[in-house]
């Protein structure tokens, strides 16, 4: 095993993965309360540095299929599918299966579901080019919080590869939206249910990083 290559690892155990969804639905509702609450009164589309909340409409979420990564990455290649790039395939799960194979997710010496970080944007581009878009272009990068901003601001979901993030360990999620108004949060789909959830940022290690996908 190759134990220089950052990996992002899940629970694959079907009672602990219930339980883990069971857990993040409790911890996320006292604070998605609160932050729902400002929504209601606050506009959540285009720029958003002024008023503290950005958030893209649309996002889709899946639950966990053959590794987060390629999940995660399915979210954003199909939220680009009904924004004007029609050509992926017709269901979510044969995209995140192509994903998973484009990343090598799970072939040894990878454990199930587990994807190397070298493999994320190559495996996007590499889907992509597959359905007539070789525009697209992916990159990961160290995450920054003024990048998150600005993919957000442009209506740009993400790859949020997590290391040690707390909560949810090595794992990668989704991202769609942020909160800045006391302190900075980031607003995901994190692939154990269908429900938007927030991590409070940096509360990860150094390691973790973002792919963002730009068409």
Known sequence: VDLGESRVEIPIDEKDLLEEQQMK??????LWDVLEEKMVTTSLEGPASSRGLGWISGVPAYLWRCGCTPTAAGM??????????????????DTIDELGVAMHTGVPPRPDGWTYNSDVAPGIEEVCDNHNYPGFVAQLEP????????????SRPFVLILQQGVGYGDHAVTGLGYSDYDEDYVFIHDTYDESTHTILYDNWGPGTKMTWVMP
Request: proline share 6%.
């Open 76 to 93: 954003v290649l199909m939220y680009w599918d009904s924004h004007g790039y029609p050509d992926f395939p017709e269901h979510h799960n």
């Open 143 to 154: 995450i920054e919080w003024n990048r998150v901003k600005e993919e957000v601001d442009a």
């Open 25 to 30: 639905k409790q911890e996320a509702n006292a």
